[in-house]
C-alpha cells in the first residue's frame, strides 16, 4: 500500500518506520524545515518538506494515488484539514486522523474522516477499566477499547432482582450476552430472570458504560 | 457580539469602548463556543490568523450549531474555494488585495467607492 503520513512529530516518526518495515511504500510529510532535516537525515528519502493541507503539494506527494492517509501531527484543526483536502482533491478512499481533544472524535466523523484515533480516549478508557469499581467489573475491552465486555454482580437490592431481561430499559449498543448462576454459564433469553448472585455479562460501548450500571445499581 | 480569543491580552486592542462580551478560550472547542453563546448566533464569523482554525471552526458552527450565517477568512485562495462549495462563505483576503493592485496596476484605479479606514479612525479605539 501506499501510505501518507502528515506530521512527523515521534507519532509520523515511529508510524512510518513501523510501516515502512512492514513493506509498505511510506511517506511522511513535515512542515518544519529543520524538523525535516533531523528526519531526513535518518529517513532519507521517505521524508519529504511541505504543508500537507496544500492541495499544490498534495498534487506533488502523490495523494492521488495514495491508499491511506494518515493525519498525526499535534493540532487537531490541520488534521481535519489534511483530510478533507485529500478526500476532495484527490478522493483518496482511506482517511485517519489522531484527534487530540476527545471531544473531536465524533466531530471530525461527522465531518467525513473515515477513522479517527485519540490516545487520550484510549488511555482513559484503559484506567477506567483499572478504577472502574462499583459493582460493574470490566473484563475485557473490544475494537481498541470503544466496546468493552463487562461482569455486573446483581445484588439483594438491585432494581433489577426477578425481573426478566426484555423489562430492563438497556441504553443503546449493550447487550447482555450471558448470566453466570451457581458457577454455570446462562445463555439467557428474554424471559430469564435475575436473581440474587447472578454475574451478568454484557458487551457495552464504553460511551454507554454508566447507563448500564446504573440499570443494575443499587437505588 | 461576543468575541472568542485564546489570549486575554488580544482584547486589549478593542479599546474601552466596545460594550461586547470577551470570552477567553479556543474558537475550535465546542464548550467554549457554547460558552459563547452560539447556540443562539445568527452569524458565525471566524478570523484567526489560521486558515485551519477557521475552516474548523466555521465547519462546527454550520455542522454542529446550525448557525444560519458562517464565514470564514481564509488566506489560501485553493481552500477558501474548495470549502466555498461545501457551503461555507469564505473570505480569501489574498486574492481580495491582489486583485484590488492588479486593477491599480493596470487601470489606475481600484474601483473601491471608500477603503473603510475612516470607520476606525471614527471609531476613535
Known amino acids: 500500500m501506499y501510505i501518507i503520513i502528515v506530521g512527523g512529530g515521534n507519532v509520523g516518526y515511529y508510524l512510518s518506520k513501523t510501516l515502512a518495515s512492514a513493506g509498505h511504500e511510506v511517506l511522511l510529510l513535515e512542515k518544519d524545515r529543520s524538523r525535516y532535516?533531523?528526519?531526513?537525515?535518518?529517513?532519507?528519502?521517505?521524508?519529504?518538506?511541505?504543508?500537507?493541507?496544500?492541495?499544490?503539494?498534495?498534487?506533488?506527494?502523490?495523494?492521488?494515488?495514495?491508499?491511506?492517509?494518515?493525519?498525526?501531527?499535534?493540532?487537531?484543526?490541520?488534521?481535519?484539514?489534511?483530510?478533507?483536502?485529500?478526500?476532495?482533491?484527490f478522493n483518496v478512499p482511506r482517511t485517519i486522523t489522531r484527534v487530540n481533544s476527545?471531544?473531536?472524535?465524533?466531530?471530525?466523523?461527522?465531518?467525513?474522516?473515515?477513522?479517527?484515533?485519540?490516545?487520550?480516549?484510549?488511555?482513559?478508557?484503559?484506567?477506567?477499566?483499572?478504577?472502574?469499581?462499583?459493582?460493574?467489573?470490566?473484563?475485557?475491552?473490544?475494537?481498541?477499547?470503544?466496546?468493552?465486555?463487562?461482569?455486573?454482580?446483581?445484588?439483594?437490592?438491585?432494581?433489577?432482582?426477578?425481573?426478566?431481561?426484555?423489562s430492563l430499559s438497556l441504553p443503546p449498543d449493550a447487550l447482555i450476552i450471558s448470566i453466570i448462576r451457581d458457577e454455570h454459564a446462562i445463555l439467557p433469553t428474554a424471559e430469564t430472570r435475575f436473581e440474587a448472585g447472578d454475574s451478568v455479562i454484557a458487551l457495552v460501548n464504553a460511551e454507554h458504560e454508566h447507563a448500564l450500571r446504573d440499570v443494575f445499581a443499587e437505588g | 457580539m461576543?468575541?472568542?480569543?485564546?489570549?486575554?491580552?488580544?482584547?486589549?486592542?478593542?479599546?474601552?469602548?466596545?460594550?461586547?462580551?470577551?470570552i477567553v478560550g479556543n474558537g475550535t472547542d465546542e464548550d467554549v463556543l457554547r460558552r459563547a453563546g452560539i447556540e443562539k448566533a445568527d452569524l458565525f464569523f471566524a478570523a484567526t490568523q489560521g486558515d485551519n482554525r477557521n475552516i474548523m471552526g466555521a465547519q462546527i458552527a454550520k455542522h454542529v450549531f446550525?448557525?444560519?450565517?458562517?464565514?470564514?477568512?481564509?488566506?489560501?485562495?485553493?481552500?477558501?474555494?474548495?470549502?466555498?462549495?461545501?457551503?461555507?462563505?469564505?473570505?480569501?483576503?489574498?486574492?481580495?488585495?491582489?486583485?484590488?493592485?492588479?486593477?491599480?496596476?493596470?487601470?489606475?484605479?481600484w474601483g473601491l467607492s471608500r477603503d473603510y479606514s475612516q470607520d476606525y479612525l471614527d471609531m476613535n479605539v
Not at chain 1, 477506567?128 to 481498541?144: C, D, M, S, T
Not at chain 2, 468575541?3 to 469602548?17: C, H, N, P, Y
Not at chain 2, 474555494?81 to 484605479?109: N, S, V
Open chain 1, 102 to 166: 476527545p471531544n473531536n472524535e465524533s466531530l471530525f466523523r461527522k465531518l467525513g474522516i473515515d477513522a479517527t484515533v485519540s490516545a487520550t480516549k484510549i488511555i482513559y478508557n484503559l484506567i477506567e477499566q483499572e478504577v472502574g469499581g462499583g459493582e460493574v467489573i470490566p473484563l475485557a475491552a473490544l475494537n481498541r477499547g470503544n466496546i468493552e465486555i463487562i461482569d455486573v454482580e446483581i445484588s439483594t437490592k438491585s432494581p433489577v432482582l426477578h425481573h426478566e431481561i426484555k
Open chain 2, 2 to 22: 461576543t468575541i472568542v480569543d485564546m489570549q486575554s491580552e488580544a482584547f486589549r486592542r478593542l479599546g474601552t469602548k466596545f460594550k461586547g462580551n470577551r
Open chain 1, 37 to 89: 532535516r533531523n528526519l531526513s537525515e535518518e529517513l532519507g528519502e521517505m521524508v519529504m518538506q511541505g504543508d500537507g493541507c496544500q492541495a499544490d503539494l498534495q498534487q506533488e506527494a502523490g495523494f492521488g494515488r495514495a491508499d491511506v492517509v494518515v493525519a498525526v501531527s499535534g493540532s487537531d484543526d490541520d488534521n481535519l484539514v489534511v483530510c478533507q483536502m485529500a478526500k476532495m482533491e
Open chain 2, 66 to 109: 446550525d448557525v444560519p450565517q458562517v464565514i470564514a477568512r481564509i488566506y489560501d485562495p485553493i481552500r477558501a474555494d474548495r470549502y466555498r462549495q461545501l457551503g461555507i462563505t469564505t473570505l480569501c483576503t489574498t486574492t481580495i488585495a491582489a486583485g484590488l493592485l492588479r486593477d491599480l496596476a493596470t487601470t489606475g484605479d
